[in-house]
Structure formats: C-alpha cells, structure tokens
C-alpha cells in the first residue's frame, strides 16, 4: 500500500516514513500516509516564510478567486471526499455530505469577507493630526485541526488566514488525514502559490514544539482537547505567541415544561447524537424541568431506540461507530459510573457484538449530578438526563462546569428565552435549535472552552494585525 504523499511548497512529497489509516467500522488498514521530521517542518516554515510577502500583496479581490476556486474544486469532489470522510472518521453518509457543503461554504464565506476587512479613519482630537487603523495580516499560521470534523474544522482555520493574506501550514489529526489530503489536492488544483498552503502530518508534540518556538510562526489555530490547549498556552509563553483555541465542551441542554416537546426531541437528538456524539458542541447534560420530564423522557428514548447503529455506507444509518477503542472504553466507564451512582438505564448501555468501534446509542434517566458523565466531557452517544423544577435551579446547574463552549435552551416563553441565553455562560446558544453553528456566525468558547473566535467577521480578524497610524500634518 503506497502512502500518500504530503503538500510541501506546491509539490506532493513522498517521505521515508509513514502512520496507517485504520477504519473505525471494520478496524482495517484503509490507507497510509507519509509523515515528516523536525527538520521537515522548519523546511515547510521557511517555505512559507518565502511565500508571504507575495501572498499579502495580492488584492483581496484576487485571494477571493483563489478561495472560490478552491470551494469550487472541494464541491465537485464532493461524493468522494464524503465517503473519505466515512472511511476514516466513520460518521453516516448524510453527515458526510453534510461536513463537505460545510467546509465549501467556509471558503465561500471568507472568499466574500477578505474583500471587507475594512479601516477607519478617527477623527481627530488635536488640530494638525489625522488617525488611520489599517488590518494587515499576522504572518506565517500554523493550523492544527482534529478528527471528529475533520473536514471543516479544518476549513474554518484555513480559509480565514489564507483570506487574510497568512500562508498556512496544516497539521489534521493523525486519525483523519485522507479528507484534510483530498482538501489539499482541492487547493494545489486551484494553482494557489506555492508555500502558501503546504499539509504536514508527523508526531504531533514535536509538530507543536517547532511552531511554538520558531519565530516564523506567528501563529497557531487549534482545535482538541482543553488539556492540550493548555500546554500549547505554556508553550506559547515564552515568546508570546498569538493562539486561537477552541477546546472542550460540556454543554448543557435545558428542556422547560413549555417547551414543544417533539421540538426539544428532535432538537436534543441532533445536539447530542451528531457524529456519535463526538463533538465539542454535543450536549453532554441534559436537565428537564420535572413538569415535562416523563413525557420528554419517554419520547426521548423512543426515537433512541429507533435510530440505526452501523457502517456509515450502509443505508439508513444514524450513528456510527466512535473513532478509537479508547474512547469506547471511556463511555462504557462513564455510563458503569452513572448506574453506580443510582441511575436508571432506559437503553443502550452496551458495545456492539460486531467488529469496529460501536456503542449503542444510550439514555440514563435520574442521573446524579456527581456522576463522571455529568462533570467530564463525555464524546460519545451517551444522554444523562437529571430532572429540576425551577429556571434558576437548571441555570445554576448549567453553568457549573470548567467549560463553556456551547448551550441549548427549549421554550416557548420568550422572556424566558431571553433571560436564559443572557445568563448561560456559553460562546454559542441555541433556543430551540440543536445545530446553531454557521459560517456567518462568530464560534467560540468562554471558561477553559478556548481563546478567541472563528466563523464570521470575527474569523478574519483573528488572523489580522490592528495598527493605529497618526499622521502629522501641516496646517
């Protein structure tokens, strides 16, 4: 099986060597992929370096193209990069095909905002002097993108910095790079110049290092766990360098007795059971007030029960398998922890008798609020649900948590809506609504759920430079 190559310096290189690719749903080799050294990723820095000053100097207008392109590429390679997608990652069919309209549309979005990164003028205090703010791209990113999307999370890092005017280096999860490859393939056919993207993939520690501590970095984008970002945060130190971290979550979904409730059940099915529930933004705690609970409770696990485990091209699919046996292990220990602590299993509960990564999709109702499963992040297709009677009560429980990523709130009562989304610590909300991410939206974490913001106008500016000008002028 010949590996596939890395993106350096707008050419495929192969290398000496190489990580296997393994699918979740059969635990087979499905493909390798070359990786590089230390002294390979300061080759690629250098590249880039070189590639910067006639990336920036292009008019927005000309970057755009080239973003367009490259969303034009992705789009008609759609199909394949889906099932790419199944293959390593192991989410169903229409989540796949989900993920790549997804990420086309980020570099559509950014393709329309770099033309918008605007100045000002400020009018001034002092006879004789004039203010000018002017944006000019940070320089040299490093984007380190993880494997549940693997896809567009991968898109959100790069085609903010690229629309700025930063060459980008891209490090994907070791997991999942074939998809971040056939994004890559998109760029180099988009003839975008050579160093201004390149793909490395590698030991991911030493990967970090290097970007930390070179100073043609001057800056990484990343998205995984809170406890690496924390480590990136200490490295970053030294020189201080400019992070963007979008880190864990525990988001908790709030169900009120005025909800609608076949609303609040599709909406909590889509929060929580997306990708298996292996996403920072899945409701990891459900709270129902005591008025709707039985029948939330009750129609909850009755579309539970009904949703199909399996490969991801198999038809009709829902959840698929979880990425790694490890994880696996991690919520079969969650949900023991739960029963231990006097909680009522309603379904699921158990791995698949088949070979792969499976867990049956599985509800826990009366769930104590110390259980492991309600204070860690749980990734996984696992819902415990704890019951509450009054606002204040669900909102004080929701906020206490380290992390603050995400949120969901079901209601009918618009005051309500209002009071909660201004109390709930959470960088994105949804009021009946359990997919609010958007390309048009700012995404982000508050608490130990990360720095800064992607998506929206606020995506572009992460990778802008604000300088303020005064001029002295004569009278």
Not at 438 to 451: D, E, N, V, Y
Request: proline share 4%; net charge neutral; glycine share 8%.
């Amino acid at each position: 099986m010949q590996p596939n190559k890395l993106y350096l310096n707008g050419e495929w290189i192969a290398t000496d060597q190489s990580l296997e690719i393994i699918n979740p749903a059969t635990e087979e080799t499905i493909g390798r992929v070359c990786t590089i050294d230390r002294d390979g990723v300061k080759t690629a820095l250098n590249h880039a370096r070189d590639a910067f000053e006639g990336w920036r100097s292009l008019p927005a207008k000309t970057r755009a193209d080239y973003l367009l392109s490259i969303a034009s590429k992705m789009n008609d390679r759609g199909e394949e990069i889906a099932k790419t997608i199944i293959q390593e990652n192991g989410k169903p069919l229409a989540e796949s095909r989900t993920e790549v309209a997804v990420a086309v549309d980020h570099f559509r979005w950014f393709a329309e905002e770099c033309r918008r990164s605007y100045g000002r003028w400020i009018p001034n205090q002092v006879a004789g002097k004039r203010h000018l703010v002017i944006k000019s791209p940070v320089g040299v990113v490093g984007a380190i993108s993880p494997w549940n999307f693997p896809l567009f999370l991968s898109a959100r890092k790069i085609a903010p910095a690229l629309a700025a005017g930063c060459p980008v280096i891209h490090k994907p999860s070791e997991l999942t790079p074939l998809c971040a490859i056939a994004m890559a393939q998109a760029i180099d056919d988009a003839d975008i110049p050579k160093g201004v993207f390149q793909l490395i993939l590698g030991d991911a520690k030493m990967i970090g290092e290097e970007m930390l501590e070179n100073p043609i970095c001057r800056k990484i984008t990343f998205t995984g766990s809170t406890a690496v970002g924390k480590s990136l945060i200490r490295g970053a130190a030294a020189d201080v360098k400019k992070l963007s971290l979008e880190l864990g979550g525990q988001a908790p979904l709030i169900v009120f007795d005025d909800a609608d409730l076949n609303r609040a059940v599709e909406g909590a099915l889509a929060a929580k059971f997306r990708n298996a529930g292996q996403s920072c933004i899945a409701a990891n705690r459900f709270y129902v007030q005591r008025g709707i609970y039985d029948r939330f409770v009750e129609a909850f696990v009755a579309r539970v029960r009904a949703m199909k485990v399996g490969d991801g091209l198999e038809a009709g699919v829902e959840i698929g398998p979880m990425v790694r046996e490890r994880g696996l292990q991690s919520a079969l220990a969650q949900v023991q922890d739960a029963i231990d602590r006097g909680a009522k299993l309603m379904c699921g509960g158990k791995r698949l008798a088949r070979k792969g990564f499976f867990l049956e999709p599985t509800v826990l109702a009366n769930v104590a609020v110390d259980s492991l499963c309600m204070r860690e992040e749980t990734f996984a297709p696992v819902a415990p649900i704890v019951q509450f009677t009054e606002e204040s009560e669900a909102i004080r429980m929701a906020n206490d948590s380290w992390a603050g990523l995400s949120a969901y709130c079901f209601t009918s009562n618009l005051d309500r809506a209002f009071r909660v989304m201004e109390r709930l610590e959470a960088g994105t909300i949804g009021i009946n609504d359990g997919v609010p991410s958007t390309s048009i939206a700012p995404f982000g974490g508050l608490k130990q759920s990360g720095w800064g913001r992607e998506l929206g106008s606020e995506g572009l500016d992460a990778f802008l430079e604000t300088k303020h000008v005064s001029f002295g002028m004569s009278e």
